[in-house]
């Protein structure tokens, strides 16, 4: 069945580093639009990044941009997310998902994805 495993979470200090990884099983990656989200305590999630399949396209959100990279293994099954300089403020839950294949671009739309991790906590604190 399909499945979404992120691990790499963690506690950083601000200004630190970590990566996020998206392992999947169940279907080949390859084809697969994938997105990261996060959600904080008390907010809404939010898209954070995509990545494309055919051109490797990505996309970030504004507050991710210059310090956040997605990438892509496909023959490991898996998609990344480096982070760096991190803020307090990007500390919450950060989730892998899965575009519904209907959809042939990257998407911040939470109702476009059809599966999803279970989440990795973010922690960055002093």
């Known amino acids: 069945q399909v499945q979404l495993v992120e691990s790499g979470g963690g506690l950083v200090q601000p200004g630190g580093s970590l990566r996020l990884s998206c392992a999947a099983s169940?279907?080949?990656?390859?084809?697969?639009?994938i997105g990261w989200f996060r959600q904080a305590p008390g907010k809404e999630r939010e898209g954070v990044s995509c990545?494309?399949?055919?051109?490797?396209?990505?996309y970030y959100v504004d507050s991710a941009k210059g310090r956040f990279t997605i990438s892509r293994d496909n023959a490991k099954n898996t998609v990344y997310l480096q982070m760096n300089s991190l803020k307090p403020e990007d500390t919450a839950v950060y989730y892998c998902?899965?575009?519904?294949?209907?959809?042939?671009?990257?998407?911040?739309?939470?109702?476009?994805?059809?599966?999803w991790g279970q989440g990795t906590q973010v922690t960055v604190s002093s």
């Open positions: 998902a899965r575009l519904n294949p209907r959809f042939h671009s990257c998407s911040s739309l939470m109702r476009r994805y059809d599966y």
């Open positions: 169940g279907f080949t990656l390859d084809y697969y639009i």
């Open positions: 990545i494309s399949t055919s051109d490797g396209s990505t």
